[in-house]
C-alpha cells in the first residue's frame, strides 16, 4: 500500500497549495496550535513554508515530523493533520490534530487506525507510541480506542501557558495490533 491511504470517509495524504486556506483554517486555531509539533505559522505564507517543508520530505523519513493531510471525501476538504514519525529500531510516533467543528464525528479515530495500520503492515514498525497531556482525556481516550495502553506519566513534563502538565504516553506494539485486528 502507497500513499495516499484511503479509509470508509477518509483520505490520508500528502499536502498540495491548494490546501492552504483549509490548513490555514484549523491551524489557526489555539486548540490546534497547542497540541501540534509542525509550528505551523498561522498566515498564508506560513502555511506555504509549512507545505513546501513537508514535500522536500520523503514519505516517512527517518526523525522527520511528517504531516499528511486528513481529507473528507465527501467534499475534498482538508479538516486536519496526522502525523507519524519513524525513528530508529523500528518505532514510530503518531499524533493528529483536527479542526475543532470537526472532532467527535470519529474522523481521528478512522485516520489514525489507517495510518498505524499502514505503519505496521507497510513499513514494518514494532512499535507505535502517542503522548498527549493528561489534560488532553479526548486524545487519551482515542488512543485507548486504538489498542494502545498507557505506559507512563511524566509528571509536570511541559510548560505551557503559564502551568506545568503532566504528560502521558500509550504506545502498542505490532503483536497486539494483529491479535486486536484478528480479533476484532
Request: net charge negative; aromatic share 8%.
Amino acid at each position: 500500500m502507497a500513499l495516499p491511504i484511503t479509509t470508509e470517509r477518509l483520505v490520508l495524504r500528502r499536502y498540495t497549495q491548494d490546501d492552504l486556506q483549509d490548513v490555514l483554517e484549523f491551524a489557526s486555531q489555539a486548540s490546534v496550535a497547542r497540541v501540534t509539533s509542525a509550528n505551523i505559522e498561522p498566515t498564508e505564507e506560513g502555511i506555504r513554508r509549512y507545505i513546501d517543508l513537508q514535500n522536500s520530505y520523503q514519505p516517512f523519513e527517518k526523525d522527520k515530523v511528517f504531516d499528511l493531510a486528513i481529507e473528507r471525501k465527501e467534499d475534498g476538504k482538508v479538516i486536519g493533520l496526522l502525523t507519524l514519525i519513524c525513528r530508529d529500531h523500528r518505532q514510530g510516533t503518531i499524533g493528529w490534530a483536527l479542526g475543532a467543528e470537526h472532532r467527535g464525528h470519529g474522523y481521528a479515530t478512522e485516520a489514525a487506525e489507517a495510518l498505524m495500520d499502514y505503519g505496521f503492515r507497510s513499513l514494518g514498525l514494532h512499535r507505535i507510541q502517542a503522548d498527549t497531556s493528561s489534560g488532553n482525556s479526548d486524545s487519551w481516550r482515542l488512543m485507548e480506542r486504538l489498542g494502545m495502553r498507557r505506559e507512563a506519566q511524566l509528571r509536570e513534563a511541559v510548560y505551557r501557558e503559564g502551568e506545568w502538565l503532566d504528560t502521558y504516553i500509550y504506545a502498542v506494539l505490532a503483536d497486539e495490533w494483529r491479535e486486536t485486528k484478528a480479533a476484532g
